[in-house]
């Protein structure tokens, strides 16, 4: 038996055959010849006049007819030993993006929602973004729960849960964002994200810890107890903010009512509610005053206001920096890690499509370094962690690059329904307006 051998082939075919009746199938699409030693076999075999034979073999996905030029003396074909085989690499029509001349709405927190680091990616797709903040966020859950449209909101780690209970959220499909694996696994594997049957209802976009910032100069001995904050020594020295959650938090571990060893919500009692609202009394009285936020406080560290902010962010040194004073933090001993913010999909999203790709680029890489740089936060993608300009490289990553970071993301609210013998968040409220009423 004869073979017809690859250099006999490869003659007669060439481009001007079997590779240009690949290039004609795949009309404008690109495409390379790769040659390959693959065995094929010989169909047909037709005699033509002159010094031309038909054969007709079998290609890899479909049968090719080819020309032979030269004329093999072969009793019998039965295959061919080697072949040219025309690898196609189709170039995709361009992805129309789903967020291409959309509106997102967004509620929550300004300065998380990529306003600075996506405005590039938003005018290049014609993509308006819509923000929105009600002011607190009993407020902001009020707000969807009546119905009205965002596609995107903030969920923090300190209400996630009740955000998540409040039946506010879809549930997130992580295989829908490509940048979800990359993300630290003490944050991607993180409970205070889930629901109790583990379905994942929020994507973490930035964190950090929880320390209170203060002014070195005026400040010799810092605190080491949130207990600190109800001696005299500290009358009109601090502010906090006008939230129970912080105060009431601390002291309950403090008082040893609240274990900092699980991520599980706090349960107080009444009992042990009337001994805290006791103490974060005497706290309130001793603050100078109630801060509006991170700017504010930092505004009255540099201007020589107070010398201490209890609810503080390692950012207020940078700022207050700019402005020529040096500023530093610190931590209560009853503090019990930090704090994730991250963007959901309310159960009114109209453009749900648009959402989970704008979560998505929220997550990438350069984004990320971006957003983490920018709010002086960690960030959440550990392919950005060496990307972060110097002054936010000031977080302990190894905190978050393995998985048992239950108790770094305490819940610091109660839940929803804690069950009866216990205070409910709302309870909590109620004792913080007798607080301020006096």
């Given at each position: 038996m004869e073979h017809l051998t690859r250099r006999g082939l490869l003659r007669g075919i060439g481009v001007g055959t079997v590779g240009m009746a690949a290039l004609a199938a795949c009309g404008d699409t690109e495409i390379r010849e790769v040659i390959k030693e693959v065995p094929v076999e010989v169909i047909k075999e037709v005699e033509v006049p002159g010094e031309t034979r038909v054969v007709e073999v079998e290609v890899p996905g479909a049968t090719k007819t080819v020309e032979v030029e030269t004329v093999v003396e072969v009793e019998k074909v039965v295959e061919v030993e080697k072949i040219v085989e025309v690898e196609k690499l189709v170039t995709p029509p361009p992805t129309v993006s789903a967020c291409q001349d959309a509106t997102l709405s967004f509620i929550g927190l300004a300065g998380e929602e990529g306003d600075v680091e996506l405005a590039a990616w938003r005018?290049?797709?014609?993509?308006?973004?819509?923000?929105?903040?009600?002011?607190?966020?009993?407020?902001?859950?009020?707000?969807?729960?009546?119905?009205?449209?965002?596609?995107?909101?903030?969920?923090?780690?300190?209400?996630?849960?009740?955000?998540?209970?409040?039946?506010?959220?879809?549930?997130?499909?992580?295989?829908?964002?490509?940048?979800?694996?990359?993300?630290?696994?003490?944050?991607?594997?993180?409970?205070?994200?889930?629901?109790?049957?583990?379905?994942?209802?929020?994507?973490?976009?930035?964190?950090?810890?929880?320390?209170?910032?203060?002014?070195?100069?005026?400040?010799?001995?810092?605190?080491?107890?949130?207990?600190?904050?109800?001696?005299?020594?500290?009358?009109?020295?601090?502010?906090?903010?006008?939230?129970?959650?912080?105060?009431?938090?601390?002291?309950?571990?403090?008082?040893?009512?609240?274990?900092?060893?699980?991520?599980?919500?706090?349960?107080?009692?009444?009992?042990?509610?009337?001994?805290?609202?006791?103490?974060?009394?005497?706290?309130?009285?001793?603050?100078?005053?109630?801060?509006?936020?991170?700017?504010?406080?930092?505004?009255?560290?540099?201007?020589?206001?107070?010398?201490?902010?209890?609810?503080?962010?390692?950012?207020?040194?940078?700022?207050?920096?700019?402005?020529?004073?040096?500023?530093?933090f610190g931590f209560f001993q009853e503090s019990a890690g930090g704090w994730w913010d991250g963007l959901a999909i309310p159960v009114t999203a109209d453009d749900v499509d648009c959402a989970y790709e704008y979560i998505d680029m929220m997550l990438s890489p350069d984004v990320q370094a971006q957003v983490a740089t920018n709010l002086i936060s960690a960030t959440v993608n550990r392919k950005s962690i060496g990307m972060i300009e110097l002054g936010a490289q000031i977080y302990d990553y190894s905190i978050v690059l393995g998985t048992d970071t239950g108790a770094m993301f305490k819940n610091a609210t109660p839940p929803e329904d804690p069950g009866e013998g216990y205070t409910s968040y709302q309870d909590w409220l109620d004792a913080w307006q007798a607080i301020k009423a006096g």
């Open positions: 005018e290049g797709l014609n993509t308006a973004l819509e923000g929105s903040w009600p002011g607190n966020w009993s407020e902001l859950i009020a707000s969807i729960k009546v119905g009205n449209v965002y596609d995107l909101v903030t969920i923090p780690y300190h209400w996630s849960q009740r955000m998540i209970a409040s039946g506010i959220l879809q549930p997130l499909d992580t295989s829908r964002l490509s940048n979800w694996n990359d993300m630290v696994p003490g944050l991607r594997e993180n409970s205070s994200l889930r629901g109790p049957d583990g379905t994942v209802y929020g994507a973490p976009i930035a964190w950090g810890d929880g320390p209170y910032v203060y002014h070195p100069a005026r400040v010799e001995s810092p605190p080491t107890s949130i207990l600190d904050m109800m001696e005299p020594e500290w009358k009109d020295r601090f502010v906090l903010f006008d939230a129970p959650a912080l105060v009431y938090f601390l002291l309950g571990i403090a008082d040893g009512y609240i274990d900092v060893a699980t991520p599980d919500a706090p349960l107080i009692t009444p009992e042990q509610l009337d001994v805290i609202v006791e103490q974060a009394a005497v706290i309130v009285g001793n603050a100078s005053a109630f801060n509006t936020g991170y700017q504010d406080a930092t505004d009255r560290l540099v201007a020589g206001d107070i010398d201490l902010a209890m609810g503080g962010w390692e950012a207020m040194l940078t700022w207050a920096a700019e402005k020529g004073v040096k500023l530093d």
